[in-house]
Structures are given as C-alpha cells and as structure tokens.
C-alpha cells in the first residue's frame, strides 16, 4: 500500500536539505563532511504531489513547511524485534538462584 | 529577521543575541571577568523555592513518583556479596511520569517560565526522553512545541529507541524535525527559534535543573520515611550533567551530608558521536560516555551560554558499566522484580548491583531514575538492530565487549561490574579546558577558586594542576 502520490490533505512526510556536503560544520568527521544535513518532517499536504517532488506541508502547530514528498502515511516501522533467548536464559537462572533452586 | 544569511557560520556568529532573545535570560550578568561565574547566583534566577516547584509539578501529575524496594534483585546481590555485605537496593520509579522519565520534571519548570514570559511556545533539540516529556508538558500548558531529533544515519535508518522517542513527541502534538547525523542539529535549532520567536527550552538552563532538585529531596524524605535512616548511596544514569547536578542539589536541600553520590553511564569508548558510520553502531542514545565524559569536562559546550549542569561539582565517583550489562540488569528487573522498564535509564541499576555488594547489609542504596518502555525502547528491539547492523550479540563476560563491534550478556550476577573512571582525570580536563576557553595567559586568585568549586576539589588541588598543564598564576589579592 506503498502510495507514491498524495492529494491536498493526505498526511505526509517531507524533507529538506539543511545543509549541502562541503558546507557542513568545522570539525565533523569525514564520513559525515561527504554527505548532506537532512531534515525530515510531517505534516498534511497543502496540494497534490508525487514522491521527490516539492511539497509544502501544514505541521501539527499550523506552521507551513516546505520540501519535497518522502512518503505518504509514512508508517512507523519499530517493534520489539526478535527474541533474544541469551537474556532470557540469563534472566531465568538469577531467579531460580534466588529462589533457592541451585545454582 | 528577514534577508538575515542562513548559512551555518552566519547563524552560529548571530547565537549569543539568538539564544538571549529565546530565554529571557542575560548570561552576562552572572560573568566574574574572563572565566568564572557566580553558578549560585544564576540558579537563583529560577525564583521558585523547592518546595514551590514541588508544588507547581503536583499541579501538573508530575513527581510523587514510588520508591520501590527490588527485593528479590537485594537477595540476589547478598547470594554473592561477602557475609553482612548488601545493601538494599531500591528504585525511584520515575517512569510514573506523565510522559514516563524524570525528564518530565525538567519541562514542568521550562515550560512554566516560558509561559510566564509570554512565549506561545518551546523548542529543544533532543534525541531523549526530554523531547517527550517538552512535548506532554506543552500540550498540558497550551504551548506550542518543535521537537529537533538526532535520528538518522545516511541510509535514513533510525535506531529503534530514537525512533519510538519520535513517535512520542508526534503524538503529543510536537513538530518534529529528523535529522541525520551531525552536530549542526545546533545550528538548525538556533534557525527555528529565530523563525518562530519560540522559548528555547533547553535541557541546561537554571529551570531545567532546578525542575530535578524535587527528584533528590523526594528520595531523601522516602528513604527517612521507611528506613530511618539518609539514603547511604544513589546511583545516577548520567549523559549531560543534569540528572546528577539536581538529584544532589536536592539531597543536599533535605540535608543528607553522607549519602555518597556515583554517576554511572555506559561505556561507548571508541565510537565517535558525529560519525555516520559509527551511529548505528550503539545500542544507547543516552546514558553513555559519549555525552557523561565530555559533558563533564566541558559543561558549556551546551546549547546556553553557561551550563546549569555542572557535574563535576557533584558526582563523587564515576563508574562505567558495559552495554550488555544494562541490558542484563533490565531482564533481572522484569523476571525478579516484575517492574518492565526502558533499557537506558536503567544503567544506574547495572551498577547498583556490584555497588550494593560493596555496602553492608543494613545501607540503602537508590537506583535514581527508570524510564519507560515500548516497541523499540526495549532490549529486544535494540538487541535485534545491534545485529542487524553488524554488532555481534553473545553470552560471556562483559569484559571482553567491545563498543560497536560486540555486547557481551552476562551469565552470572558477578560478571556485572562497575568499573571506576577517574574523577581527577576529568577535572584536569576540565582546567585545561577552562583555561582554553576563557583563553587567559596568567590565572588570578578569582579563577583558582572558580575552579576549586567547579572540580569539588581545594586550591591546592587546582595550582598543582595548573603547574603540571604549565598554566601560569598568581595567587596575590582579589583585583
């Protein structure tokens, strides 16, 4: 349900480039001087547009911000990940030490 | 404000007259020449007593929060600690707070005075807990609030727990501005005040410590109330300075003279903080050497002009603890004390544990702060991100993990150590540091006591660091 196009109104994700590679700060490490500062930022569209083109968008505290268009209904992807059964083992075996059963 | 150049050397020169605008406050008055400054007298700025704080938090569902007892994780500690060793160790539950941290103390009072001085609404660049907690604040008062996150690497992929701390503040209504890595996160905030004309809520101003003063004295009054007796430790998770600074500043309003004070955070050495490749590379965000240790060496590096978090001025000891301990501690807190809480305030908690064992059986011991948990701010979720992004996850000894490379979860209680970190060592760095800043040749009696009060440390202490940096002074009569 990936939409690549929004309509005036559709909640949305935006970004903006802050500050262009070679303009970073003094002193950064190399690896982040060589990339862009990037922002991104939600809001509802104020008109139609197509993922990478420019947008403007209205945010939760009614300020109008500009960009072009990431992704639309942008989802929130983070979870509680995998099951990690080497802290459960650990975690398992304090309590049976502290209810008496060995260890 | 229009037409003004919006490059990032232009903003930076225009950040004093920025920053004064957005706070109301004039740095420059609290100046003692090149140097020093009277700290006391810009934490009196604030102008709420304790207890007036106190109560301005309760209005708000803010503090009062349970001190609770870890029985089972005392008894484990005594399993191992010599005979009559083992302290009680109990948890100031701060996760009870409207926006589940005990950051939620420190907006009450930013947003207070930004209410008071008029501004329709707040601003803070934070990748932590504060953002939320500025946000759910915000919303109760009536305040605007923008948000400006550290959040991701070049491949626009976010650690999980900065990422969930996104969607916090997003659901209370905040503006939130993501940003990848960098350091010019400072930059972009000095822009959005200038735009906006919004308070910058800062997580270094007098109100934003002074709001954790009620943190330190609630746990004293508990503390007295069930032991009878002051709290004989309290361990604080510490990044920037604030937590330690005014959890101590409140112990010492409730008048416990004894109750030893450790900061402890997690040991990220080798991973630089403003490199793209290495950002992905932690499994915390906060609580760990990469802010503690250069926070408290230089405080002022801070987004205000002077630093109300001043922690060397407090902590007593510095201990470190290793990621997968933290992670350890915070299964030991689910599975033996059936409280389920955030893996990164819980670092105080890795330590308390060998820290407890060092302390006979009738000490108490206070583990100062938990926060929240949820998809992403959990174990699991940063286990599972550490491996997918190269970090390799194992059981073992702590020891033996390296930061960005390894966690190592502990088998056994033992194998959780808090490993001290000299205290001298940062109080050379921060005379060094001092000296650089104020860029003065000779040093006057005026700086040698500033810098006694800044390191917690006598005269003597001072001059004998200064000769061994090579740094001149002159200790004659005040000018």
């Known amino acids: 349900m990936d939409r690549k196009e929004c309509v005036s109104g559709d909640w949305v994700q935006i970004e903006r480039v802050i500050l262009e590679a070679g303009s970073r700060a003094p002193g950064v490490p190399e690896d982040t001087a060589a990339l862009p500062m990037i922002a991104r930022m939600k809001g509802f569209a104020v008109h139609d547009a197509v993922v990478g083109e420019p947008l403007e968008v209205e945010s939760t505290i009614g300020r109008r911000l500009a960009g072009t268009l990431v992704a639309v209904l942008p989802t929130y992807s983070h979870d509680f990940g995998a099951p990690v059964p080497e802290l459960t083992r650990a975690g398992l075996q304090a309590r049976a030490r502290v209810r008496g059963e060995g260890g | 404000m229009m037409g003004r150049a919006r490059d990032y050397q232009s903003v930076m020169q225009r950040r004093e007259d920025i ?14 020449g090149d140097m020093a400054f009277d700290y006391e007298a810009m934490m009196r700025e604030v102008g709420y007593s304790l207890e007036e704080t106190r109560t301005i938090q309760r209005d708000l569902g803010v503090g009062d929060t349970p001190l609770v007892e870890l029985r089972n994780l005392t008894a484990l500690v005594r399993s191992f600690a010599p005979s009559g060793m083992g302290a009680r160790i109990l948890l100031k539950d701060e ?4 926006s589940g941290s005990f950051k939620a103390r420190r907006a009450a009072l930013s947003v207070q005075r930004a209410k008071e001085q008029g501004y329709r609404g707040v601003i803070a660049a934070t990748s932590g807990n504060y953002g939320a907690a500025l946000a759910s604040q915000a919303a109760m008062r009536g305040l605007d609030c923008i948000i400006v996150q550290e959040v991701f690497d070049s491949r626009m992929i976010g650690q999980p727990e900065i990422v969930e701390k996104g969607r916090k503040c997003e ?21 959005l005040l200038e735009d906006t004309g919004y308070f910058n809520a800062s997580l270094y101003t007098p109100y934003g410590i002074a709001g954790i003063e009620t943190l330190g004295y609630e746990i004293a009054e508990g503390v007295r109330e069930k032991y009878d007796r002051d709290p004989d430790a309290v361990v604080v998770t510490h990044a920037g300075g604030g937590n330690i600074t005014g959890t101590t500043r409140g112990l010492m309003q409730a008048g416990c003279q004894d109750t030893q004070i450790i900061a402890a955070s997690v040991d990220i050495s080798g991973l630089h903080m403003a490199g793209d490749a290495d950002f992905n590379r932690k499994s915390f965000t906060t609580g760990h050497t990469g802010f503690g240790i250069p926070f408290a060496t230089w405080p002022d590096r801070a987004d205000v002009p002077r630093n109300a978090a001043r922690p060397l001025r407090y902590m007593q000891r510095y201990v470190l603890v290793h990621q997968g301990e933290v992670f350890y501690a915070t299964e030991l807190l689910s599975v033996l004390d059936g409280l389920e809480r955030g893996p990164a305030g819980n670092t105080a908690l890795a330590a308390a544990l060998p ?51 390894s966690i190592v979860i502990p088998e056994e209680v033992e194998q959780v150590r808090a490993r001290e970190h000299s205290l001298d060592r940062m109080r050379t760095s921060l005379i060094r540091n001092a000296v650089a800043f104020a860029d003065m040749d000779v040093l006057g009696p005026q700086e040698i006591r500033f810098l006694a009060e800044e390191t917690a440390r006598d005269e003597t202490f001072v001059t004998g660091t200064l000769e061994s940096l090579g740094i001149r002074y002159e200790m004659g009569s005040d000018a």
């Open chain 2, 19 to 32: 920053i004064k605008e957005a706070l109301g406050l004039d740095y420059s008055r609290f100046a003692r």
């Open chain 2, 95 to 98: 996760a009870a707070n409207p």
């Open chain 2, 171 to 191: 659901a209370y209504g905040a503006e939130v501005h993501q940003m990848t890595v960098g350091p010019e996160l400072f930059y972009y905030m000095l822009l």
């Open chain 2, 355 to 405: 820290l407890a064992a060092e302390l006979p059986r009738e000490a108490v011991i206070v583990v100062q702060e938990s926060e929240y948990t949820g998809a992403g701010k959990h174990p699991t979720a940063q286990l599972t991100f550490a491996r997918e992004n190269g970090v390799a996850v194992r059981t073992g000894d702590p020891a033996d993990s390296v930061p960005g490379a």
